[in-house]
T-cell receptor, first 111, second 114 residues
Framework: GEDVEQSLFLSVREGDSSVINCTYT??????LYWYKQEPGAGLQLLTY?????DMKQDQRLTVLLNKKDKHLSLRIADTQTGDSAIYFC???????????FGTGTRLKVLA | KAGVTQTPRYLIKTRGQQVTLSCSPI?????VSWYQQTPGQGLQFLFE???????NKGNFPGRFSGRQFSNSRSEMNVSTLELGDSALYLC?????????????FGNGTRLTVT
């Protein structure tokens, strides 16, 4: 079946940039999403990118998509302690309405 | 606009009992999905309902069931609870269309089975 993979942990210093990576296998993905989960809460939508785009910028967030390699990344500029959370990428296949989530990357920001 | 509301927030049940969880989607959203989240297994898809019909299903045993009402509110039921059912159950709603239709999550119901 379709799969989405992420590294489990990332640790950065406050003020640095964070880059969270995701690879997916579904070649018919239409949209790819990034979500953030803080302790004790549900997932919060951060941003999404359409599969025919290469890049999308939204304030401190930059999403890069390499469709050929099926690689998605989320860059957080000027990372703050409040960015410490678990980040999930997800894709949705054309015609299925079914979202496939990655395992989540736990981002720890050191003061 | 009110977000996705899940009730109750916390539940403690005993093995063998059954439980019903409730989810109220964002107004206008016709799709409701349910996920189970555990530290070991991550986020696992249970099922998705769209306009009162189950449209997608994950790989969970028949003890896990759901339904959706005409006002798009959804319930999830787990019968004959097992210790391994202890988890955070997340509900998410969306427009249910392809383009784009991001999921909006509630804060979850934390179920503990003893």
């Amino acid at each position: 079946g379709e799969d989405v993979e992420q590294s489990l942990f990332l640790s950065v210093r406050e003020g640095d940039s964070s880059v969270i990576n995701c690879t997916y296998t579904d070649s018919s993905s239409t949209y790819l999403y990034w979500y953030k989960q803080e302790p004790g809460a549900g997932l919060q939508l951060l941003t999404y990118i359409f599969s025919n785009m290469d890049m999308k910028q939204d304030q401190r967030l930059t999403v890069l998509l390499n469709k050929k390699d099926k690689h998605l990344s989320l860059r957080i500029a000027d990372t703050q302690t409040g960015d410490s959370a678990i980040y999930f990428c997800a894709d949705i296949s054309l015609g299925t309405y079914k979202y496939i989530f990655g395992t989540g990357t736990r981002l720890k920001v050191l003061a | 606009k009110a977000g996705v509301t899940q009730t109750p927030r916390y539940l403690i049940k005993t093995r063998g009992q059954q439980v019903t969880l409730s989810c109220s989607p964002i107004s206008g959203h016709r799709s409701v999905s349910w996920y189970q989240q555990t530290p070991g297994q991550g986020l696992q898809f249970l099922f998705e309902y769209f306009s009162e019909t189950q449209r997608n299903k994950g790989n969970f045993p028949g003890r896990f069931s759901g339904r959706q009402f005409s006002n798009s509110r959804s319930e999830m039921n787990v019968s004959t609870l097992e210790l391994g059912d202890s988890a955070l159950y997340l509900c998410a709603s969306s427009l249910g269309t392809q383009s784009p239709s991001p999921l909006h999550f509630g804060n979850g119901t934390r179920l503990t089975v003893t």
